[in-house]
């Protein structure tokens, strides 16, 4: 096995898991593999990552530390809906995967449709409080009128992008579940940045303000979501390729008992990223009791993290598409190897990555241009946010094998005790005592620490092995 390769992130990669081979910690095969469906889903999370980050850039740099902490405090509120749809289209993975890997095409096609339909039932509520209520909701958030409006402006117009978001998380996820993980990446990223132009022709060339940067989004989403049809329809796409899968427009629509595998396994995921998204409100309002420039400032950390966990996008999703499959032809010992394999290089990749961050955080601070010392404490929210994302890619590679086998509840108990019993309490304690900044920075670490020793604890007992075959496909 060479490290050779044109991709940089996948070049890196590989250059990491030879490192990992020689030393006999990995299979070297297994690294290929990994890499393959890795790397391009690291790609997409960069790219979708990115568009935020440059969103609360720009608007930074355009309107100062108040439309950074309306920005941010918006994300949440319309991220549950999201987080919520996302677990769906991740729980999809699983199904897809076992169903490919035993060539069971028909029950594939009415995995991904009953996947589009309750996750549309489900988070269509939530899209349309968002659009009738924005500003009620960020009054929960903040007190403060000019992060309020900032907020609201931009939470109105990106509600509409909701169900588009969505439905490219079920495609994506389809095609990641079947092996493919190029073609989401071409489409996702391109969308990216196609959004990145438009957001950035709105904001300072049409003086669009803060509703430019959501209806970049909602543009560009809805043209990511047409080229799935597309592709899914037809087999292939120009410039991307053929789908190793089609989808019909036809019936049946309706399969109870998938239904029922999607919601026993799906709820969980859901409900583990909306209490991951949702924890996110209580813990912006105690932020904001510090001031819109401290919040604004812990924003950015936030978005600094959220760049650094995207390995995490592409090692869960291997490691579920490879175990799903593997588990999908009843070969477990594989799929035991694949997950632990996948665990290994996910850790050391992240390690790796937020040595990197620590050195450049200097260089990576958006400036307001009428206030350089607008953003306090932004150093010591980005060194925490190194510390607390290695444990995110704990959490990432260990839940890959339980979202392919179905064992989806553990994670969810990680992130409830994680963000509610110790890093809330640990930013109040900053909030009213003289701990100050420091207890958001052991909030920032308590949020990820707890979740990965539960979520770890439940991969490494091998229970999730046995639960998988309640959720095979049956002769």
């Not at 400036?367 to 946010?385: N, Q, S």
């Not at 086998?405 to 003289?434: C, E």
Request: proline share 6%; aromatic share 10%; charged share 10%.
């Amino acid at each position: 096995m060479r490290a050779k390769s044109h991709n940089p992130i996948r070049w890196a990669l590989l250059t990491v898991g030879c490192v990992l081979a020689r030393l006999r910690l990995i299979n070297r095969r297994r690294v290929c593999h990994t890499t393959r469906l890795a790397w391009p889903r690291i790609v997409t999370g960069l790219a979708r990552v990115s568009k935020s980050a440059v969103d609360i850039a720009m608007v930074g740099v355009a309107f100062g530390p108040a439309a950074i902490a309306g920005v941010g405090f918006a994300s949440p509120l319309w991220g549950i809906a999201f987080a919520i749809g996302e677990g769906i289209a991740d729980s999809a993975v699983g199904l897809v995967a076992a169903r490919y890997g035993a060539e069971r095409y028909d029950d594939l096609d009415a995995a991904v449709k009953m996947s589009a339909l309750v996750a549309g039932v489900v988070t269509f509520p939530f899209a349309a409080l968002v659009w009738v209520f924005p500003r009620p909701l960020l009054s929960i958030v903040t007190s403060d009128p000019q992060t309020i409006a900032y907020g609201a402006t931009y939470l109105r117009i990106l509600s509409f992008g909701i169900p588009f978001a969505i439905l490219n998380l079920i495609a994506s996820r389809t095609l990641v579940g079947a092996g493919d993980a190029r073609s989401p990446m071409v489409l996702r990223a391109g969308g990216a940045l196609v959004n990145i132009v438009i957001t950035a022709a709105l904001i300072f060339g049409l003086g669009f303000g803060v509703g430019g940067a959501a209806a970049g989004t909602v543009l560009a989403s809805v043209a990511v979501t047409v080229a799935f049809a597309w592709g899914f329809i037809t087999g292939e796409l120009p410039y991307v390729g053929q789908f190793p899968i089609t989808l019909t427009v036809t019936g049946p629509y309706l399969d109870r008992r998938l239904m029922r595998q999607l919601v026993e396994i799906g709820a969980p995921v859901a409900l583990t990223n909306a209490a991951r998204t949702g924890g996110q409100i209580p813990l912006l309002a105690i932020v904001g009791l510090f001031g819109p420039n401290v919040a604004a400032a812990f924003v950015v950390a936030q978005r600094v993290r959220a760049l650094m966990d995207t390995p995490g996008w592409g090692f869960s999703l291997a490691s579920s598409s490879l175990v799903g499959r593997a588990l999908g032809a009843g070969a477990e010992r594989t799929a035991e190897g694949y997950a632990r394999d996948v665990f290994r290089f996910a850790l050391v990749v992240y390690l790796l990555t937020a040595l990197v961050v620590v050195a450049l955080s200097p260089l990576i601070q958006p400036t307001p241009v009428d206030d350089p010392g607008a953003l306090p404490f932004v150093d010591d929210f980005i060194h925490t946010a190194c510390v607390s994302v290695v444990f995110y890619g704990v959490t990432g590679s260990a839940s890959g094998p339980l979202l392919a086998s179905g064992d989806t509840r553990w994670p969810l108990y990680g992130q409830a005790l994680g963000l509610y019993v110790f890093a809330l309490p640990a930013a109040y304690l900053g909030a009213v005592t003289p701990l100050g900044v420091a207890g958001i920075c052991l909030a920032l670490v308590a949020e990820t620490l707890v979740p990965a020793l539960v979520t770890y604890h439940r991969f490494n007992t091998g229970r999730w092995k046995a639960i998988s075959r309640l959720y095979r496909p049956v002769d």
